[in-house]
């Protein structure tokens, strides 16, 4: 996983001779399962520990005043635990850079490589305070849907992604995969408890995927047309980037949610919630720390996507992990009409079905890079 080429149609082949080509498609090809894996990983320990922490800290059954807070301490958990990534961006090796070329682009340069995290930094903290919030109040199901489709209309517009008819299909069975085959969550309010559909619920939903969305798509952006054409890589795309990425975003995003924990005045509930929590504070205190690591490696596979495939690609492996979640969580507790079935089945099938389809769209695409190749090789031997 030291470095990879972009795989999307139109990208450029980096590789200079077949046998290269074909080493460097091999790397990227376990570099991507390699981050998949890390998704599904991800998201299944997020959405048991949540469950876990809200069944623990009984928040279904309180009143509607204490049902949607501890937002902001959410919010840092999703980012804090970056510092953990650190020794792993040294751990990885970096290609040396254009020397020639950074000094040129030096001031310039790190300027939009600052705006650029700072921008994300910004972004990813709003969806993380107004995601804790929002799935208080029209549970997780519906989120992930949303953010599927804006995430497609940024890729078209901001990325110029192309779209064919298997990423099409894959698509449209990811949507029909998450909205049979989404987990239980149990910090869902009951029915008799609030209105998830009014107005401030519909606010609360549309802000954080629009804000999330669009995140996938500038990490894309950035990725493709900050780090790689300061050349601090050497014009590589190499997994320290995703490191860098998730470090410097975090660290912005964690000061933010800091501010806001104690502005809000939040900071004052924490002993309370400890105090509540069933299992005691020290299960309390572990299954925070549990979250804090489980949003990491949730990151860092996510961002390993953007970086090889694209940002649409990452959302669709993201909902594609929603019915395997949902299996976990039905073998984990024992929640009142819970169960595995015929429906949640057929979202499984659906949601392998639409990786199938995606994962063919990019062999099309690299068995396309590999042709061109050996016919541009073929033309150089006869000339």
């Known amino acids: 996983m030291e470095e990879f ?17 074909e080493l460097n498609q091999r790397k990227w090809w376990i570099s991507v399962f390699f981050c998949g894996f890390l998704i599904f990983v991800g998201d299944s320990l997020v959405m048991l520990l949540l469950n876990f922490y809200y069944v623990q800290d009984n928040r279904s059954d309180s009143d509607q005043d204490r049902q949607y807070k501890g937002t ?6 999703q980012n804090a635990a970056f510092p953990l990534l650190i020794p792993l961006f040294f751990i990885f090796p970096s290609p040396k850079p ?23 930094g910004v972004l990813v903290s709003v969806y993380s305070k107004l995601y804790a ?9 519906i989120l992930v849907s949303t953010q599927l489709i804006l995430t497609s209309l940024f890729s078209a517009f901001i990325n110029r992604l192309k779209f064919n008819r298997w990423i099409i ?11 049979f085959g989404g987990p239980a969550f149990a910090g869902t309010p009951d029915e008799d408890e609030s209105d998830p559909y009014d107005i401030k619920a519909w606010l609360i939903l549309i802000f954080p995927t629009l804000a999330f969305s669009l995140s996938l798509c500038l990490i894309q952006h ?63 205190i572990l299954s925070l720390a549990g979250l804090a690591l489980s949003w990491q490696v949730w ?8 970086l090889l495939v694209s940002g649409l690609f990452a959302d669709v492996v993201h909902m594609c992990a929603s019915p395997v979640v949902a299996l976990l969580v039905v073998l984990a507790f024992d929640f009142m009409d819970d169960d595995f079935g015929w429906q949640r089945r057929g979202a499984l099938l659906g949601a392998v079905l639409a990786l199938a389809s995606y994962f063919y769209s ?17 033309n150089n031997s006869e000339a």
Request: glycine share 10%; aromatic share 12%.
């Open 5 to 21: 080429q972009g795989p999307e149609p139109g990208g450029r082949m980096m590789s200079e001779n077949p046998r290269s080509l």
């Open 72 to 77: 902001w301490t959410q919010a840092l958990i």
């Open 98 to 120: 254009n020397l020639e070329t950074v000094s040129n682009q030096s001031n310039n340069g790190w300027f939009r490589v600052l705006s650029l995290y700072v921008s994300l």
């Open 222 to 284: 950035g990725f493709e047309k900050v780090l790689v054409k300061t050349k601090r890589y050497g014009n590589k795309k190499v997994f320290r980037m995703v490191l860098e990425m998730q470090i410097c975003v975090s660290f912005i995003a964690t000061l933010i949610c800091t501010v806001g924990l104690f502005a809000s005045g939040e900071f004052k509930e924490l002993e309370g919630d400890s105090e509540r929590f069933k299992r005691g504070k020290t299960y309390y």
């Open 362 to 378: 990019l062999y099309k695409t690299k068995r396309k890079e590999t042709a061109e190749l050996n016919k541009r090789e073929n």
């Open 169 to 179: 299909i894959s698509i449209i069975l990811t949507l029909a995969a998450d909205f």
């Open 299 to 306: 990151a860092v596979g996510l961002l390993g996507l953007v």
């Open 133 to 141: 919030l929002a799935k208080l109040y029209v549970g997780w199901g």
